[in-house]
């Protein structure tokens, strides 16, 4: 007696299970590069806000009120840890107000660098957030930095710091 294929197939599909997986926390920035401005979204893992601005539970942080409450905080917070240079020049950034979003378990900061051309070279320089940076924290930097020196130039950039 041979079994179709097919019906393997189906019976298969009918034992299936839906998978389910845990949410993973991470943190990650995304900086688009515009003729005279760099735009950037800074989303941070929940668990990652909740430990540095002492919100306990985290779950808190899905609360758009109790965000709005840590906005300046954490946007104090991010501005000592990250900082963007375009053509060997410290930009100042502007931050908008944190937002929840509690489909990601996270917290979202827009920022605005102006830049006055467009930018040849961006270098971000990222402070850790341990007082040794962490073997993970290094590869990341490291692999930043090879991956910034081969972007082609827009123009002949000065040397980044």
Request: charged residues 15%; positive net charge.
């Given at each position: 007696?041979?079994?179709?294929l097919?019906?393997?197939a189906?019976?298969?599909?009918?034992l299936?299970?839906?998978?389910?997986?845990?949410?993973?926390?991470?943190?990650?920035?995304d900086?688009?590069?515009q003729?005279?401005e760099i735009?950037?979204?800074?989303?941070a893992h929940?668990?990652?806000v909740?430990?540095?601005l002492n919100?306990?539970?985290?779950?808190?942080?899905?609360?758009?009120?109790i965000?709005?409450?840590?906005?300046?905080?954490?946007?104090?917070?991010?501005?000592q840890r990250?900082?963007?240079?375009?053509?060997g020049?410290v930009?100042?950034?502007?931050?908008?107000?944190?937002e929840?979003l509690p489909?990601?378990?996270?917290?979202?900061?827009?920022?605005?660098?102006?830049t006055?051309t467009?930018?040849?070279?961006?270098t971000?320089?990222?402070?850790?957030?341990?007082?040794?940076p962490?073997?993970?924290f290094?590869?990341?930097k490291?692999?930043?930095n090879?991956?910034?020196?081969?972007q082609p130039?827009?123009?002949?950039?000065?040397?980044?710091?």
């Open positions: 007696m041979r079994i179709s097919r019906w393997v189906v019976a298969l599909l009918a299936a299970t839906p998978a389910s997986a845990h949410p993973v926390p991470f943190s990650y920035l900086l688009r590069l003729p005279h735009d950037g979204t800074l989303v929940i668990y990652d909740a430990h540095d919100v306990s539970p985290m779950e808190r942080l899905l609360d758009p009120a965000v709005s409450r840590v906005s300046d905080a954490l946007t104090a917070l991010m501005s990250l900082q963007v240079a375009a053509d020049r930009l100042t950034p502007t931050w908008a107000r944190a929840a489909d990601r378990q996270s917290v979202r900061i827009r920022i605005t660098y102006p006055t467009a930018a040849g070279v961006v971000m320089m990222p402070r850790s957030v341990h007082p040794a962490s073997d993970q290094t590869d990341a490291a692999a930043w090879t991956w910034q020196a081969r130039a827009a123009s002949a950039p000065t040397r980044a710091p």
